[in-house]
């Protein structure tokens, strides 16, 4: 079964600064999608950024990039010229291509705490 | 808003009563998913649904049950309600498994409190 681990509970940033967040993923399957989301403390699941397994360049939206080390099963998302409204859990995601089911597996998420 | 919606948004409840979720997915989307959210488990898949029927099962409680009907709004039944089915229950939908992302987009929720 696959599994997500993010190892930072929480993360700071100082506003317009850069911040890294870590994601790790453990699977024997060569082709899937990777996923970051973020949570602000309406709970609402906003989805931030989409990476599939087979394209080597990385993901970029507007202030979100993501570096995606397929061999080392990695998947870091940073987060430039970060605002007060970045504040929130981030969760990282990953989804089989194989079919039969489109689940999500959540790693257990990161919270980030965006100062003034 | 994602067009995902779930009601009610907050339920109290005692142990061992039953209750019901209801969540409407967006305009065309096929696909419902069931996830739960609670301090010790993290987010959790516990079902999926594609045009009415179940695609996929997940760490879903015996005591849990769902179902999606023709007009593709679903439902999850929780029973026998203990103290740890205490969490924030979200659904999600997508549009169709054969899409190249088939991206979920998540409901608000329902905060489940089991007294």
């Known amino acids: 079964a696959q599994t997500v681990t993010q190892s930072q509970p929480e993360m700071s940033v100082q506003e317009a600064e850069t911040v890294t967040l870590s994601c790790t993923y453990d699977t024997s399957e060569s082709d899937y999608y990777l996923f970051w989301y973020k949570q602000p403390p309406s709970r609402q699941m906003i989805l931030v950024i989409r990476?599939?397994?087979?394209?080597?360049q990385n993901a970029t939206e507007n202030r979100f990039s993501v570096n995606f080390q397929k061999a080392a099963k990695s998947f870091s998302l940073k987060i430039s010229d970060s605002q007060l409204g970045d504040a929130a859990m981030y969760f990282c995601?990953?989804?089989?291509?194989?079919?039969?089911?489109?689940?999500?597996?959540f790693g257990k998420g990161t919270k980030l705490t965006v100062n003034p | 808003d994602s067009g995902v919606t779930q009601t009610p948004k907050h339920l109290i409840t005692a142990t061992g009563q039953r209750v019901t979720l209801r969540c409407s997915p967006r305009s065309g989307d096929l696909s419902v998913y069931w996830y739960q959210q609670s301090l010790d488990q993290g987010l959790q898949f516990l079902i999926q649904y594609y045009n009415g029927e179940e695609r996929a099962k997940g760490n879903i409680l015996e005591r849990f049950s769902a179902q999606q009907f023709p007009d593709l709004h679903s439902e999850l039944n929780l029973s026998s309600l203990e103290l740890g089915d205490s969490a924030l229950y979200f659904c999600?939908?997508?549009?169709?498994?054969?899409?190249?992302?088939?991206?979920?987009?998540f409901g608000p929720g329902t905060r489940l409190t089991v007294l």
């Open positions: 995601a990953y989804r089989s291509r194989r079919g039969g089911s489109e689940k999500l597996v």
């Open positions: 999600a939908s997508s549009p169709n498994p054969g899409l190249v992302y088939n991206e979920q987009f």
């Open positions: 990476q599939e397994a087979y394209k080597q």
